[in-house]
């Protein structure tokens, strides 16, 4: 699991809990226009639509500092992978073999790529060589593409945060610079889904060479994922949940296994 499916996660967490805000406002206005006077109904309701409007500017600010978080941690990271200087003997290596004109065949290419690890640079040089010999072994993404994917992320991710207020909207909570289209499209789940754009940039950064895969589950990710099971009260629940996430996001397999909530993840 990486960056973009904790991501995925948060944004995950953050639509229930609009859509549960949403739901605690609904009955609070139905309790009191059932119980007062028409007048004192429309005072009240007023009162009701500030008070939830804070609650979901907070929750809206909150997983936004969440989301950055991830989004600095993955900016710094490809930063340092890209700037990471190649070990002086891969780099004499490849030296050796730019200087000798010595003629490599493909197989003996993809030795030396994996000598040279994971290394941006290294690869690239590397591969322009094979690539010159007319023979083509796995090549490194120009950072470009890295890039675009993570704008392309960040874009996603402040379109359903900025716009998401419930999965059926209450509009008299969304403010008034909030176009409909916007809401409409949040409330449509498009940056949270299989082959969204997160989703996208998750496969892709599991495949390649940026050092960005978790081993171990974090404890913000714990706690996200116990957030996600907590409407679960027996085992039947967290199995039904543990196939709808991974029917979402498949990649978050690999997170699931580190967790007690393995034991739900079907063999099919």
């Known amino acids: 699991m990486n960056d973009f499916s904790s991501m995925w996660l948060s944004l995950d967490v953050h639509r229930d809990k609009v859509n549960k805000i949403i739901k605690e406002f609904r009955e609070a206005d139905k309790k009191n226009k059932e119980r007062y006077s028409d007048s004192f109904y429309q005072e009240q309701h007023k009162e009701l639509v500030e008070k939830y409007k804070e609650k979901i500017a907070g929750e ?17 990271t490809l930063q340092k992978w890209i700037a990471a200087p190649l070990p002086e003997s891969r780099l004499n290596l490849l030296n050796l073999i730019m200087g000798s004109g010595l003629k490599l065949n493909k197989s003996e290419f993809e030795v030396i790529q994996g000598y040279v690890g994971n290394n941006y640079f290294g690869r690239k040089i590397l591969s322009a060589l094979a690539e010159k010999e007319g023979i083509h072994i796995e090549s490194t993404p120009d950072i470009s593409v890295y890039e675009r994917l993570l ?11 900025s716009g998401f207020y419930g999965t059926t ?5 969304v403010p008034s610079n909030i176009s409909r289209f916007v809401v ?9 889904k299989d082959g969204c754009a997160l989703h996208k940039a998750a496969l892709f950064w599991d495949g390649s060479s940026v050092p960005c895969s978790k081993t171990k589950i974090s ?36 997170t699931l296994e580190l967790t007690e909530y393995k034991q739900y993840i079907s063999e099919e």
């Open 151 to 161: 704008k392309d992320c960040i874009s996603s991710s402040d379109v359903f945060i």
């Open 169 to 173: 909207p209450e509009w008299e909570l």
């Open 219 to 254: 404890s913000e990710d714990r706690e996200i994922l116990q957030k996600l099971y907590s409407g679960c009260s027996d085992d039947s629940a967290k199995a039904a949940r543990t196939k709808e996430l991974l029917s979402e996001t498949p990649e978050l397999k690999e």
């Open 60 to 76: 809206k600010d909150r997983v936004t500092d969440t989301i950055n978080t991830y989004i600095d941690n993955m900016q710094d």
């Open 184 to 192: 409409n499209a949040a409330a449509a789940g498009a940056p949270i």
